[in-house]
Each structure stands twice: as structure tokens, then as C-alpha cells.
């Protein structure tokens, strides 16, 4: 079996350096050819033990470049490859400004421990919306510790959201073709003209929180 190992190790794609410099320097994979993306998103993969199959990686339109950011899957195989241990070790809800942090402990058998947090808008919400915030805040804590401990520094797909005027953007995982881009994400449920935005279930609860927060009906045409 020796022979058979070795035999797949040679077959595996190896990291263009200058492809790797190229999108290190300009930072936008928009500028690579399809070929090279597919490239270059293998050696991501490679470089840090992820299967490119199962799509650990999509890609966001950012400031008007093309990028990639961690998917939950990415995060959950990072666990695993480097044998992290993560777990919550504070809680914290603050009513003046309707903000519920959450703060994780990542662990390498190494010994070495990194921390991270994550933060979500609550408000006034109450019951399920509540609930539903409370968990986004412990999801997006356990990722950011997990990808900070691991040195990475791409976006979380829970955080992505809340970037200004961020876009996912389709492109084909064989081919490296970028497609057809879905609406323009955004929390306050607008879209760029002749978009159609279709909001999401956080949207929902920002939406009620907004609502519940409107003193006239011009803060609450506002939310609408």
C-alpha cells in the first residue's frame, strides 16, 4: 500500500508561487483566469488539509473584489484536522445596548489556546427571535476562534452578512467561471437597483426588532 500512498501524494495539485503571489498582492481572484481560480482554490485547500470537494471555501464579491470566505463546513473540518477543542467560557448580555456576546476557547494539543468572540444585535427580541440570536452569537464565536487559531484570516459565513454591500457571487467549482451573482446581502433587507433582495431569517429579526424599536411611523416606514 506504501507505493499506492506515495503515488497519490505526486498526483496532488502543488501551489503556484507566483499564482499565490499574485493574489496575495492584488487580493482579487476576479483578476485570475478560470483555470488559475480552480488553481488556487485547490492550494488553499491543500495548504491547510481541507477537501476541495466538499466546498469549504465560496466566494463573496468584497469591496469590488472577488474573495473567498470560511463556509461551516470549512470550520468543522479545521476542528477536526488539527484535533481543536473549542468551548464557550463567558456569556455576556449587555441591556443597555441590546448586545449578547459570546467568547470561545479554542485548544490545540499543542497546548497553545486562542480566544475569540462573537456578537449579535438583541434588543428588545423575546422568545424563538431571541433564542435564534442567542445561537448565531455562539455559532459565530466558535468559527472566529476557530479560523483565528488556525492563523486563517478569511471571513465566517455567519459574519458576512453584516458587511456593506457584500455579495455572494456563484462560480463553478470544475471550471473556475464565475456565473450568475445572487442579490447583494444586506441586513436592512435593500437591494441594489433592478435586484430582487429576498430576506433571510435574521433579516426577519432585525425587521421585528426595528419595528419594535420605531417611536412614529416615520422610523417605522423606515424599517418596512
Known sequence: ETPRKAEIVQLRPQADPQLLERVLIGGDLSKLSSSERVNYYRSVCESIGLNPLTKPFEYISLNGKLVLYATKGCTDQLRSVNG???EIVKRELDSELGVYTVTARASKADGRVD?????????RLSGEPL?????KAHTKAKRRVTLSICGLSF???????AV???RRVEVDQETGEVLDSPPRINPHGEAEPGETFERTADDADSLILAIQMADDL???SDAL
Open 84 to 86: 481543536l477543542s473549542v
Open 218 to 220: 416615520s422610523q417605522l
Open 115 to 123: 480566544e475569540d468572540v462573537g456578537s449579535v444585535s438583541v434588543g
Open 155 to 161: 471571513l465566517d459565513e455567519s459574519e458576512i452578512e
Open 131 to 135: 433564542a435564534n440570536a442567542t445561537m
Open 164 to 166: 456593506p454591500k457584500a
